[in-house]
T-cell receptor, first 112, second 120 residues
Framework: QKEVEQNSGPLSVPEGAIASLNCTYSDRVSQSFFWYRQYSGKSPELIMSIYSNGDKEDGRFTAQLNKASQYVSLLIRDSQPSDSATYLC????????????FGKGTTLSVSS | GAVVSQHPSWVICKSGTSVKIECRSL??????MFWYRQFPKQSLMLMATSNEGSKATYEQGVEKDKFLINHASLTLSTLTVTSAHPEDSSFYIC????????????????FGDGTRLSIL
């Protein structure tokens, strides 16, 4: 059973702080990793994707991947109240036609 | 950017009714679309993979006779919940990947806005 594990939270941080979200996955053949943000009652929206070990930065967001440890994280710098949402980690295997496998998500709350 | 349109966005109906949900890729072709279901405070669970011109592939535990999937064109997949019951009430979300970009692992999936199904 392929699994993606996330701490459900809630993770509470003050405005302007760094929020750190973590994710582990069980399938070693996983090749692509995505972070989605989901507001209540809405569908997920893509924030970041990462495929190689190391860090990838995009604005206030930094994704980190360590395939040896089967670990992927998302850092949000200068957190804003509008960042309050559920963050879903998603993993895709290399095989053609396979879907994303999602974790349960971490709820982030940024207080002003 | 790639847009996936899902319709309807909200359905309320009586137990025993069949409900059809449409998923369209508006500006790209998708040979494969995916149907997910999300219960409150749960993650997205893959129900089935919809393949254009062939039968859908269902995940373990998903009844193919209850959740009928049709993918008749490169831009449209439909999910029909047959004889829906209250336990089928959930948030149903479809997604698609641009087929013209190939099925490379790093191609993101584009999600529809979801359909909230409530069975009374």
């Amino acid at each position: 059973q392929k699994e993606v594990e996330q701490n459900s939270g809630p993770l509470s941080v003050p405005e302007g702080a760094i929020a750190s979200l973590n994710c582990t996955y069980s399938d070693r053949v996983s090749q692509s990793f995505f972070w989605y943000r989901q507001y209540s009652g809405k569908s997920p929206e893509l924030i970041m994707s990462i495929y190689s070990n190391g860090d990838k930065e995009d604005g206030r967001f930094t994704a980190q991947l360590n395939k040896a440890s089967q670990y992927v994280s998302l850092l949000i710098r200068d957190s804003q109240p509008s960042d309050s949402a559920t963050y879903l980690c998603a993993v895709k295997a290399r095989q053609a036609g396979t879907a994303l496998i999602f974790g349960k998500g971490t709820t982030l709350s940024v207080s002003s | 950017g790639a847009v996936v349109s899902q319709h309807p966005s909200w359905v309320i109906c009586k137990s025993g009714t069949s409900v059809k949900i449409e998923c369209r890729s508006l500006d790209f072709q998708a040979t494969t679309m995916f149907w997910y279901r999300q219960f409150p405070k749960q993650s997205l669970m893959l129900m089935a993979t919809s393949n254009e011109g062939s039968k859908a592939t269902y995940e373990q535990g998903v009844e193919k006779d209850k959740f009928l999937i049709n993918h008749a064109s490169l831009t449209l997949s439909t999910l029909t919940v047959t004889s829906a019951h209250p336990e089928d009430s959930s948030f149903y979300i479809c997604s698609a990947r641009d087929s013209d970009r190939g099925d490379y692992s790093n191609q993101p999936q584009h999600f529809g806005d979801g359909t909230r199904l409530s069975i009374l």
